[in-house]
């Protein structure tokens, strides 16, 4: 197989003006002509291999933020907006996108949001009586979907707020019970932590100084809510500097995201990058250890593992999400070439939907998808229940995996077949490949329909070549 050539233009241009560099200057660090590096930065020509090395040995790059990261994404998100079928006789092919995705990231990025624009126009006029009802009916993304991108284009990774969670549980001390130094930590600013058996998950009554959490919650939801309430009262100054570079257009966007960085370090906080990372590795990547090391969830540390993209010090790249009984995807994030649908639910193929059929266990995958990349996939319900009796219980599946180059360093690869046969799954339906998928709900975009009356197969229709 030959091997796939590395353009990277955008990353270039982005290394050096961070570095405040000429052209030139930077040409000849990495021992290149200037003309060569001009074609490298414009994706005229790939990135050679000593281009490669020079910039880890010169610059000290991780040379992974070379091949997955932002355009990955964009490429992905763009492919599923132009599944909507106000796009069916124009779609460009993939090779466009790729080239709009490195070579112009920010057009790419007006074309999504122009598009979400559009989507939301047209959902508004479906429901006329409540957009007429509005006042602020303006085009734009709702709050939700903004913070969900920001996370999701900065990789799932805020570096600041990961390493202030790491330097407030190593400065406690080791074997230091998280509970204690959260509650001790509230305490010096004159919080009172409270167990209540009627309130709610967590309560904070800022006039009184009092946090209430749920004596029924589990012990890690209890951790991790505490160390919430830390990150608000110990590092405001740094969520709200980190909010300010992020530049959301509503406030209520920034509410949700202050939310999301809270959430943030205190998953940090309970589980530290450099222990956590030190301890998934010794384990083998093994969830259930792992949750009983740091008194953790299943889902917190399934979570806790896609965000180890620390530079210079990453982990396994993983994709993570979760999704309801209805197949809708509530929570995502990858770290690899599978990107996962911004609007609907997740491919029916992919065994993260069968997680409900066998509650408290793993189930695992191996996965090809239509680009051809393999994976390994690991699939688990989790139940959050009430509390009491007849109290509503929520269900979720999560899901972690990785590609197969990666699966030897996880336990759970023990036993299968990895040369052996591998189940198809795609993205949406609507810019899946495959032709002879009995999954299937819509025909796929980019390809044109062969419709026969007298022949009927696995779908209504053929998909040409």
């Known amino acids: 197989m030959a091997t796939q050539k590395l353009y990277a233009g955008a990353k270039l241009r982005e290394l050096r003006a961070r570095l405040g560099l000429t052209q030139r200057i930077f040409a000849d660090k990495l021992g290149v002509s200037l003309p060569y590096l001009n074609q490298m930065e414009n994706n005229h020509r790939p990135v ?128 230091k019970d998280v509970l204690i130094t959260a509650a001790e930590a509230l305490r010096k ?37 505490m160390l919430y309430q830390v990150a608000l009262q110990t590092q405001n100054e740094l969520l709200e500097a980190t909010l300010d570079l992020a530049r959301f257009t509503t406030p209520e966007a920034r509410d949700i995201a202050k939310i999301g960085l809270a959430n943030y370090f205190a998953g940090a906080a309970l589980m530290p990058y450099r222990a956590f990372l030190d301890a998934a590795q010794k384990t083998r990547h093994d969830l259930e250890r792992l949750a009983d090391i740091f008194g953790a969830s299943i889902e917190q540390v399934a979570h806790r593992l896609s965000t180890l993209q620390r530079p210079g010090a990453k982990g396994i790249p993983f994709f993570f999400v979760r999704v309801d009984q ?32 066998t509650p408290g266990h793993f189930l695992r995958q191996l996965a090809e998808t239509p680009d051809g990349v393999r994976y390994l996939c690991l699939s688990r319900d989790v139940s959050k229940p009430g509390g009491a009796f007849l ?59 062969r419709v026969d009356p007298d022949t009927r197969g696995l779908l209504p229709y053929d998909i040409a070549d």
């Open 391 to 449: 109290a509503p219980v929520r269900r979720y599946a999560i899901s972690l995996g990785c590609e197969i180059t990666h699966a030897a360093s996880l336990v759970y690869s023990d036993g299968l077949d990895l040369k052996g046969r591998f189940e198809p799954i795609g993205i949406s339906c609507r810019i899946c490949e495959r032709k002879d998928c009995h999954q299937r709900s819509v025909p796929p975009l980019e390809r044109r329909l």
């Open 48 to 175: 050679s291999a000593a281009v490669v090395l020079a910039l880890a040995q010169e610059f000290g790059l991780d040379v992974t933020e070379l091949t997955v990261g932002e355009g990955e994404r964009l490429v992905s998100d763009m492919r599923e907006a132009l599944a909507d079928p106000v796009f069916a006789k124009s779609a460009p092919p993939l090779a466009d996108l790729r080239l709009a995705a490195s070579n112009a990231p920010a057009l790419a990025r007006a074309f999504l949001d122009l598009h979400r624009a559009y989507r939301q126009s047209h959902e508004r006029l479906a429901s006329l009586d409540e957009a007429l009802g509005r006042d602020d009916a303006g085009l734009r993304a709702s709050p939700w979907e903004e913070v969900r991108d920001f996370f999701h284009y900065c990789d799932n990774y805020v570096d600041a707020i990961d390493r202030a969670a790491e330097h407030f549980i190593t400065a406690a001390g080791a074997g």
């Open 326 to 357: 209805a197949g809708t995807i509530t929570k995502r994030h990858s770290a690899t070439r599978l990107q996962f649908a911004r609007f609907g639910g997740a491919c029916p193929l992919w065994n993260a939907h069968r997680a409900f059929e």
């Open 189 to 225: 600013r004159g919080v009172d932590v409270q167990f209540s058996d009627n309130g709610p998950l967590r309560h904070f009554d800022g006039s009184a100084r009092r946090l209430e959490l749920s004596a029924r919650a589990a012990a890690p939801t209890q951790r991790f809510q």
